[in-house]
């Protein structure tokens, strides 16, 4: 059972265009989100998070939204430049298990020079 | 201090041979998780330690798996009589105290069984 899915396996976009990643989870419980992204032969690394308590948060190019009501959540990054292609990593975590971090599948974001 | 370490970064080894993975974590961070990622999805998580004390293991660690974390500082992760099914990417990362606090990961180890 894919608690956080991501079903667009990957995404192209042109440089200076606008990258949306979604991203839909089942568990109510989740109280926390984030994305990753990931390099190849790298960890993932950290960009950005929201709480359950916002809808909105922005660092940067990076901007991310949550509908909770719609269990969803999106990445938008603006604009886009060739150095963001890597595959973003939604993932939700809550109070309980430990802060226990759940992953979705990834989207490989492709920006096209 | 420069993140999270892992070592070694590739270890290919023959089915039904030890394996033993190593993570040392930032210095000021009491949790550390390990996590194992395959092909086309993304990290699972595996256990998670609160400095030395291992608090919650995934069905997904059979009992061939085994973890330590013996001074609270870097942890290892054992896995026995390796399977194919076994070759995966394993992930390590650590974080502060905090409900929520940023997990950062290695770089990983990933291990090919023959």
């Known amino acids: 059972d894919q608690q956080v899915k991501q079903n667009s396996p990957s995404l192209s976009v042109q440089e200076g265009r606008i990258s949306i990643l979604n991203c839909d989870y089942t568990?109510?419980?989740?109280?926390?989100f984030l994305w990753y992204k990931k390099y190849p032969a790298e960890g993932p690394t950290f960009l950005i998070s929201?709480?359950?308590?916002?809808d909105k948060n922005e660092d940067g190019r990076f901007t991310v939204f949550l509908n909770k009501s719609a269990k969803h959540l999106s990445l938008h990054i603006v604009p886009s430049q060739p150095g963001d292609s890597a595959v973003y990593f939604c993932?939700?975590?809550?109070?309980?298990?430990?802060?226990?971090?759940?992953f979705g599948p990834g989207t490989s974001l492709s920006v096209i020079p | 201090d420069t993140g999270v370490s892992q070592n070694p970064r590739h270890k290919i080894t023959k089915r039904g041979q030890n394996v033993t993975f190593r993570c040392d974590p930032i210095?000021?961070?009491?949790?550390l998780y390990w996590y194992r990622q395959t092909l086309g999805q993304g990290p699972e998580f595996l256990t998670y330690?609160?400095?030395?004390?291992?608090?919650?293991k995934s069905r997904l660690l059979s009992d061939r798996f085994s973890a330590e974390r013996p001074k609270g500082s870097f942890s290892t992760l054992e896995i026995q009589r390796t399977e194919q099914g076994d070759s995966a990417m394993y992930l390590c990362?650590?974080?502060?105290?905090?409900?929520?606090?940023?997990?950062?990961f290695g770089p990983g180890t990933r291990l090919l069984v023959l």
């Open positions: 990362a650590s974080s502060r105290t905090e409900p929520g606090e940023t997990q950062y």
């Open positions: 568990n109510s419980m989740f109280d926390y």
């Open positions: 929201i709480s359950s308590i916002k």
């Open positions: 993932a939700a975590g809550g109070q309980t298990s430990y802060d226990k971090v759940i």
């Open positions: 210095s000021e961070h009491n949790r």
């Open positions: 330690f609160q400095n030395e004390a291992q608090l919650e």
